[in-house]
């Protein structure tokens, strides 16, 4: 059974940061490309980050440089570190494996960015 568990999310004010763990298991971790997708309110979900099974990394425009994805293939866990958060960045963050036709998704954790 495929479980993706996010964890880290929370309130904070803008300028702050938080980083978001996602645990995988289930899967062979190292192979699968790794993504952050968020749901703001009232909006589609949208890609955030994605890093691949060799580590190449790719950002959403309004993300880059202040967020960072990273994975540890020893801990099944994809990382999200966002920095100089924004009350744009409010949203419901869920972890994505994606390998071929294959796509799990976690439940996903609230972000909440206050001004």
């Known amino acids: 059974q495929v479980q993706l568990v996010e964890s880290g999310g929370g309130l904070v004010q803008a300028g702050g940061s938080l980083r978001l763990s996602c645990a995988a298991s289930?899967?062979?971790?190292?192979?699968?490309?790794m993504g952050w997708y968020r749901q703001p309110p009232g909006k589609q979900r949208e890609l955030v980050a994605v890093?691949?099974?060799?580590?190449?990394?790719n950002y959403a425009d309004s993300v880059k440089g202040r967020f960072t994805i990273s994975r540890d293939n020893a801990k099944n866990t994809v990382y999200l570190q966002m920095n100089s958060l924004k009350p744009e960045d409010t949203a419901v963050y869920y972890c994505?494996?994606?390998?071929?036709?294959?796509?799990?998704w976690g439940q996903g954790t609230q972000v909440t960015v206050s001004s």
């Open positions: 289930g899967i062979a971790f190292n192979i699968y490309a």
């Open positions: 994505n494996a994606a390998l071929s036709s294959y796509s799990y």
């Open positions: 890093i691949t099974m060799g580590g190449i990394t």
